[in-house]
């Protein structure tokens, strides 16, 4: 099987009907409430659906130096990736109810690992039940215990800090905070406010239409072609890696090459109070 980098509700319950070999992971998460993922997913989740903590699951240890969401070890996120059955051969589609950051999020975190049959859920939990998807409390079976995922080569390249420094003028940073974030007018979750000099912004949830659905492939690519036409390569950053998946998701379904993740981005970023810093 090959998804696409969306799959649509209608899609999903055909896959569903057909019992195809398939996991779901249920992304819903809350950057300024960690707990607030798990609630969520107890008030209700998608028939199987697994629960994929975004601080334990989808993010490595924190050292203050490496941002608040830094990528897990690519051997822990094979180990995780293979307690939730998923092999080559799954499929994955993962959701979450916040318009698809979380999702995202896992969606790269996947194909970094090498495992390309994934897909994020457009219009997430909203849009399953927008057309008669029930929700349900009760837990999935434990999947069959399996061995770490096999990696293989990173499909979604990243770059770290002393590179994007080194490359400063040279690369296209597209920032995916809100514009009073990015602008440096208020920092709800940093200890600095501003961005990184010559970053561009593109909040990720500009990605969307008002139903909470990815915009039109050829809309997105208008939007983004006004952003980063004749600039490559881009690099993707937001608040903490986490975000900044959208964008990079959102250029790859318009059709553009995607480019690459700065995963620590501004968390990381502003930790070293020699990094310039840009406002306005």
């Known amino acids: 099987m090959t998804l696409d980098v969306l799959i649509s509700v209608p899609r999903l319950q055909a896959l569903l009907a057909d019992g195809a070999p398939l996991v779901l992971l249920d992304c819903g998460s809350d950057l300024s409430d960690t707990a607030a993922g798990e609630r969520a997913y107890a008030a209700g989740h998608l028939p199987g659906a ?21 990528l897990p070890g690519r051997a822990e996120l094979a180990a ?3 307690r939730w059955g998923i092999r080559p051969g799954v499929a994955v589609v993962a959701y979450d109810d ?3 950051p979380y999702a995202a999020r896992a969606w790269w975190l ?9 897909a994020v859920l457009d219009g997430g939990k909203g849009a399953w039940r927008a057309a008669g998807g029930a929700l349900v409390l009760e837990l999935p079976a434990t999947p069959a215990v399996t061995a770490p995922y096999p990696p293989a080569a990173p499909a979604m390249p990243t ?17 995916a905070r809100a514009a009073e974030r990015f602008r440096g007018e208020v920092e709800p979750l ?22 909470g659905r990815f915009k039109p492939a050829a809309q997105l690519r208008a939007e983004f072609g006004a952003l980063v036409t004749g600039v490559t390569p881009v690099v993707h950053q ?11 998701l959102a250029m790859l379904h318009a059709g553009l090459e995607p480019g690459a993740l700065y995963p620590g981005s501004w968390s990381e970023w502003c930790s070293d109070p020699a990094r310039p810093v840009a406002r306005g």
């Open 238 to 248: 937001c608040g903490s890696g986490v975000t900044a998946c959208h964008n990079l």
């Open 190 to 211: 940093d200890p600095v406010a501003g961005h990184i000099p010559g970053a561009l912004n593109r909040f990720f949830k500009d990605n969307l239409a008002a139903d």
């Open 159 to 175: 770059l770290e800090t002393d590179a994007l420094l080194a490359q400063a003028g040279r690369v296209c940073v597209l920032d």
């Open 98 to 100: 916040q318009g698809g």
């Open 50 to 70: 697994l629960h994929a903590h975004l601080d334990r699951d989808l993010s490595g240890p924190k050292t203050g130096r490496n941002g608040r969401h830094p």
């Open 110 to 118: 996947l194909r970094w690992l090498g495992h390309a049959d994934v």
């Open 80 to 82: 995780t990736v293979g």
